[in-house]
């Protein structure tokens, strides 16, 4: 299965990594220095794990900043672009996931798409409504920087924020792929997932 991850930022490139274990995965980055690094098997963030995986491990891994090849033959696409806070909006800055889902909706796919970048509540909810052709699902990420890829392989929780089949059938794709044995989860629906993943940022 290839599985297409949007942005190379601790949340993109610590899954991307440990998806790529046993799946194919292309980054699609608009950065090209971030690009060149990876496709020589050198981390663009501080991760020592990384590091480590991208040295020693057999990863079916690839970046590129061509949207035609990161989207071809993919089966479901990882949204993990910046939603910085923006103080004079009072609100996340969501505009990048917006341009993501409108290059995908023109391309027509209809696949599943994951939404792991921080977004207010309620903001899937808005997504589905303006592409109602397009098949969400938000899974909010409890990652630290600098051991992103080890909170990855052991979460303390995996929460998906659907109820689809498609979503649960991703949910089990990453319970596959990481290293904990037992990892509690919990499937509710895309707002109370930003909730909860709003909730643990406060905390």
Same mark, same amino acid.
């Given at each position: @299965?290839?599985?297409?991850?949007?942005? @190379?930022?601790?949340?993109?490139? %610590?899954?991307? /990594? @440990?998806?790529?274990?046993?799946? !194919?995965?292309?980054?699609? #980055?608009? =950065?090209?220095?971030?690009v060149l690094k990876l496709n020589n098997f050198q981390s663009p963030i501080q991760d020592s794990l990384i590091e480590t995986y991208l040295? +020693?491990? =057999?990863?079916?891994?690839?970046?590129?900043? =061509?949207?035609?090849?990161?989207? !071809? =033959?993919?089966?479901?696409?990882?949204?993990?672009?910046?939603?910085?806070? /923006?103080?004079?909006?009072?609100?996340?800055?969501? %505009?990048?996931? +917006?341009?993501?889902s409108s290059q995908i909706h023109e391309l027509g796919f209809n696949g599943l798409i994951v939404i792991k970048s921080t977004v207010p509540i309620g903001f899937t909810e808005s997504l589905e409504k303006n592409f109602p052709e397009l098949n969400f699902a938000f899974f909010p990420e409890f990652l630290r920087e600098g051991s992103a890829l080890e909170d990855s392989l052991n979460p303390s929780r995996i929460i998906c924020?659907?109820?689809?089949? #498609?979503?649960? !059938?991703?949910?089990?794709?990453?319970?596959? %792929?990481?290293?904990?044995?037992?990892? !509690?989860t919990l499937v509710v629906s895309s707002s109370e997932a930003e909730a909860i993943k709003l909730f643990s940022n406060t905390f």
């Open positions: @299965m290839k599985i297409t991850v949007v942005g @190379m930022g601790y949340v993109g490139l %610590s899954n991307a /990594v @440990m998806l790529a274990t046993k799946h !194919e995965v292309s980054i699609l #980055e608009i =950065d090209q220095e971030k040295k +020693e491990k =057999d990863l079916n891994l690839s970046a590129t900043s =061509d949207h035609n090849a990161a989207y !071809e =033959d993919t089966s479901i696409i990882i949204i993990c672009t910046p939603t910085n806070f /923006v103080n004079s909006k009072v609100g996340f800055d969501t %505009s990048s996931i +917006e341009r993501v924020g659907s109820h689809k089949s #498609e979503a649960k !059938e991703f949910l089990n794709i990453l319970i596959d %792929s990481a290293q904990k044995k037992y990892i !509690e």
